[in-house]
């Protein structure tokens, strides 16, 4: 590993509420696996969590008023510039968290374009361990990021089987090779200049200042009034 290397980040979201949480249980599982196997390859990895509960108030106003305060922003710079990432929300009411949901709400459509993510989820019964495929999976398809194969679900009973750790391995081996491999970079990179992006957005490559926007785009060249 050069000491010179730019490290990987692997970034997660907890939307736990509970003190402990089994949601930032499972969360910080998965970073452990995710970091220890990018560190095993010879790979510089650094892991940060986003803890939702904390910053609830933030979310909240920044959906009515428009503005976020600089900590909500700078828990959106960190998903913008993570290399991959770990979604764990509980489920309430056979539903994913509202916190969890408010919080994605306000990311840029184009923030998490081919980022790899793990896809988690918590709930008091194993008779909502579809909802993390039922509902995180199409939102993170909207959100145009690579969710790993496997998903993660724990009930209760789930901690103490040892299928659970296999499942966390396993998801985590994917997301571990998605990253080393660059491929969500290159992905992004090449077909950038085809997705929609909102100007002065937080995505890493959005357009801030006039001198950011491609005048010689075919909808830039009739919004000017040609052809």
């Known amino acids: 590993m050069s000491l010179g290397e730019v ?5 997660a979201i907890s939307a ?8 930032r249980m499972l969360a910080d599982r998965a970073v452990q696996s995710t970091t220890q196997r990018l560190r095993q390859s010879g790979r510089n990895a650094e892991a940060r969590i986003i803890e939702l509960a904390p910053i609830a108030a933030d ?3 920044a959906l009515v008023g428009g503005l976020q305060s600089p900590v909500l922003q700078e828990a959106v710079d960190a998903l913008a510039h993570a290399d991959g990432i770990i979604v764990s929300t ?12 408010s919080f994605i709400d306000l990311l840029d459509n184009d923030l998490l374009i081919a980022k790899p993510v793990i896809l988690a989820s918590t709930a008091g019964s194993e008779r909502h361990a579809m909802v993390v495929d039922d509902h995180l999976r199409p939102l993170f398809a909207f959100m145009r990021t690579i969710p790993v194969p496997t998903s993660l679900f724990a009930a209760p009973d789930d901690w103490a089987k040892p299928t659970t750790s296999q499942r ?4 985590t081996g994917e997301l571990a090779a998605l990253i080393e491999s660059g491929v969500g970079a290159r992905i992004a ?6 997705y929609q992006h909102s100007f ?8 801030r200042s006039g001198t950011d926007v491609d005048l010689a785009t075919d909808l830039m060249r009739l919004a000017r009034g040609g052809r």
């Not at 736990?16 to 949601?23: D, I, R, V, W, Y």
Request: hydrophobic share 40%.
């Open 189 to 194: 990179e090449g077909g950038w200049g085809n």
């Open 7 to 11: 490290p990987l980040r692997v970034v």
């Open 16 to 23: 736990g509420l509970s003190e402990p949480s089994a949601t």
């Open 168 to 171: 966390i391995e396993r998801a």
């Open 90 to 101: 509980p489920v309430y009411k056979a539903g994913i968290s509202g916190l969890f949901k």
């Open 59 to 61: 979310i909240a106003h």
């Open 200 to 207: 002065g957005g937080r995505a890493s490559r959005a357009a």
